[in-house]
């Protein structure tokens, strides 16, 4: 199986900040990777699928880069809305993994 | 609209058998396939398994394999996920998610509390 690492697992960023989560494929999935958000209560939403994509609706502010084995998730700043939990998720095949979250904070 | 509703919330004993379904409506649906994740409370996402609604095809964790059934009802575009000998480590939140073949998912139902209890 795939395993997804992502760090650091919580975030404390203000509001304005640049922010950069990171998330490593124990082994090559090309640029099969998404990103969500999830906040308390709700179902998580997508942000980015392969890997640098931009869900449609999705503000611009987010990014996401990488390939291979290490992919990373850019908030060029931070809003209020963006306080939340993050998730990467592996689709290189039928068979997902998802990362195991980042807490992002106030500061 | 394009939406997937799921049943409510249930409360099961230890050993009991539960079944969640995820009703799609506002787009044909067999032409994506459905995956479950379910949520811990304080944990994160564990992905199921995923369901071919037009094939009836399914793929199902390591974790789940023998626990876990997928189905559906294409007749009233309604898919299924049932997960038996349920234990209080399976209390949590399950989602169903709607995905272009195999890829990820932009749409997801809004949850159904399961929770196991004596």
């Known amino acids: 199986d795939i395993q997804m690492t992502q760090s650091p697992s919580t975030l404390s960023a203000s509001v304005g900040d640049r922010v950069t989560i990171t998330c490593r494929a124990s082994?090559?999935?090309?640029?099969?990777l998404a990103w969500y958000q999830q906040k308390p209560g709700k179902a998580p939403k997508l942000l980015i699928y392969?890997?640098?994509s931009l869900e449609s609706g999705v503000p611009s502010r987010f990014s996401g880069s990488g390939s291979g084995t290490e992919f990373t998730l850019t908030i060029s700043s931070l809003q209020p809305d963006d306080f939340a939990t993050y998730y990467c998720?592996?689709?290189?095949?039928?068979?997902?993994?998802f990362g195991q979250g980042t807490k992002v904070e106030i500061k | 609209q394009v939406q997937l509703v799921q049943s409510g919330a249930e409360v099961k004993k230890p050993g009991a058998s539960v079944k969640v379904s995820c009703k799609a409506s506002?787009?044909?649906?067999?032409?994506?396939?459905i995956n479950w994740v379910r949520q811990a409370t304080g944990q994160g996402l564990e992905w199921m398994g995923w369901?071919?609604?037009?094939?009836?095809?399914?793929g199902y964790a390591q974790k789940f394999q023998g626990r876990v059934t997928m189905t559906r009802n294409t007749s009233i575009s309604t898919a299924y996920m049932e997960l038996s000998s349920l234990r209080s480590e399976d209390t949590a939140v399950y989602y169903c998610?709607?995905?272009?073949?195999?890829?990820?998912?932009?749409?997801w139902g809004q949850g159904t509390l399961v929770t196991v209890s004596s």
């Open positions: 998610a709607r995905v272009p073949r195999g890829s990820y998912a932009p749409l």
């Open positions: 506002g787009y044909t649906f067999t032409s994506y396939d």
């Open positions: 369901m071919n609604p037009n094939s009836g095809n399914t």
């Open positions: 082994q090559s999935i090309s640029s099969w």
């Open positions: 392969k890997a640098s």
């Open positions: 998720q592996q689709y290189n095949s039928y068979l997902w993994t």
